[in-house]
């Protein structure tokens, strides 16, 4: 029963291919959000989706287009891939953090285990 | 100036040792302070989790948050091999969280 599902679990692609990466939570939260670590292993977020709607969209290239069919579900797809753009790429979800009241672990991220993606 | 400054590490223990883990911000709007922790190739999970000044307990953890000083810890208690991990701060206003650097910590038995 996985709650935060991510696929693939690993990419390796040549330079200029288009890939997708899809997320799936199971947890009912309302909030997910897509999260880049590099080889320092610093978190940085991309996007985050309340409800379908974005809501942080950080200085990301262009060429990072997340997708969110329902709330359940939030996909990243990525154009002319680059050299740069190899990192692990983290899917998170939590209850939406701007309904106050509610405990504090309430606000704590769920991850999934990540895609490795590698750009050649 | 990052939001977040975690102390870099890497840090190596042997298994027992009293560990501290620490964060400054500058943001005084943060309202969550958590501790996640992450094993090699998975994703972070979340460890611990608290909103006010003061210390929180959880078994062999303690997170212990300082508003005024605007610095957060994480001590670890009998430190196991399984402890081998990074841990990352986190803390988050208004639906954002923002992470820290991460500190290794390497539990020798």
């Known amino acids: 029963d996985t709650a935060v599902s991510q696929t693939p679990k690993y990419l390796v692609t040549q330079m200029g291919n288009d890939k997708s990466i899809k997320c799936e939570q199971n947890l009912g939260h309302d909030t997910m959000y897509w999260y880049k670590q590099d080889s320092k292993k610093f978190l940085k977020i991309m996007f985050s989706?309340?409800?379908?709607?974005?809501?942080i969209n950080e200085t990301v290239p262009n060429r990072f287009s997340p997708k969110s069919p329902d709330k359940a579900h939030l996909n990243l797809h990525i154009n002319s891939l680059e050299l740069g753009d190899s990192a692990v790429y983290f899917c998170?979800?939590?209850?939406?953090?701007?309904?106050?009241?509610?405990?504090?672990?309430?606000?704590?991220?769920?991850f999934g285990s990540g895609t490795r993606l590698t750009v050649v | 100036q990052k939001e977040v400054e975690q102390d870099p590490g890497p840090l190596s223990v042997p298994e027992g040792a009293i560990v501290s883990l620490n964060c400054t911000y500058s943001?005084?709007?943060?309202?969550?302070f958590m501790w996640y922790r992450q094993y090699s190739r998975k994703g972070p999970e979340l460890l611990m989790y608290?909103?006010?000044?003061g210390n929180k307990e959880d078994g062999r953890f303690t997170a212990q948050v300082d508003k005024s000083s605007k610095y957060i810890s994480l001590f670890i208690r009998d430190s196991q091999p399984s402890d081998s991990a990074t841990y990352l701060c986190?803390?988050?206003?208004?639906?954002?969280?923002?992470f820290g650097d991460g500190t290794t910590l390497t539990v020798k038995p």
């Open positions: 986190a803390m988050s206003v208004r639906g954002k969280s923002t």
């Open positions: 998170a979800s939590s209850q939406d953090p701007t309904r106050g009241g509610l405990p504090a672990a309430n606000y704590g991220y769920t």
């Open positions: 608290t909103y006010s000044s």
């Open positions: 943001n005084s709007a943060f309202q969550y």
């Open positions: 989706y309340n409800n379908k709607e974005l809501i």
